[in-house]
């Protein structure tokens, strides 16, 4: 016999299953009130849309399961003595989900890399302006174009060779990135 506990006044055990209605309609009775306060995907897509910052600059959008994923960018400031480092905020919204994540990058031509962190991981990726742009780097190189030279935000990072070339990017370097572990919040 299953027992389900209805909250009531007294504090009463209900046996569900001596009624023969069964753990299911026990538990279909008991979140009832629940459902009916439950919001639509469709609506928190939308409470998502509204939320966006201001200064949001939406770099790409791609279809994923349940419908499309979108990473932007805000709130870039620069830094460092030389001028060359960006902090920013990346906003990464799925249907499924809503992540804000603080970067940085730093746009020197000696060392031009962007700091990518997550829950598991922080990724420092040395990126190579203007060079060849694949599946696996094109998100760094929409962000890092974005942090440094915001007038090309959202272009696509394979058609700014030439402007790499006039900031004095070799447009040569090889690109690689170092994995460290995430820092215990």
Request: proline share 8%; charged share 25%; glycine share 10%.
């Amino acid at each position: 016999m299953i027992d389900v506990l209805i909250p009531t006044r007294m504090g009463l055990r209900f046996p569900m299953a001596r009624l023969g209605l069964g753990l299911g309609f026990g538990l279909a009775l008991l979140l009832a009130p629940l459902a009916a306060e439950a919001i639509s995907r469709q609506e928190v897509l939308e409470q998502m849309k509204k939320s966006r910052p201001k200064d949001l600059q939406v770099l790409m959008e791609e279809p994923d399961a349940g419908g499309p994923r979108m990473i932007g960018i805000y709130a870039i400031k620069p830094g460092g003595a030389d001028g060359t480092l960006r902090s920013y905020s990346l906003w990464e919204e799925s249907p499924s989900d809503l992540n804000v994540y603080v970067e940085s990058v730093n746009c020197g031509v000696n060392n031009p890399l962007r700091v990518k962190r997550t829950l598991s991981a922080v990724f420092v990726r040395h990126l190579n302006p203007g060079g060849p742009i694949l599946e696996g780097n094109r998100e760094d190189h929409l962000v890092w174009w974005a942090a440094c030279v915001p007038e090309v935000a959202g272009t696509d990072p394979a058609t700014l060779r030439d402007k790499a070339l006039e900031l004095g990017f070799s447009t040569l370097r090889t690109e690689r990135q170092e994995q460290l572990p995430a820092l215990a919040p």
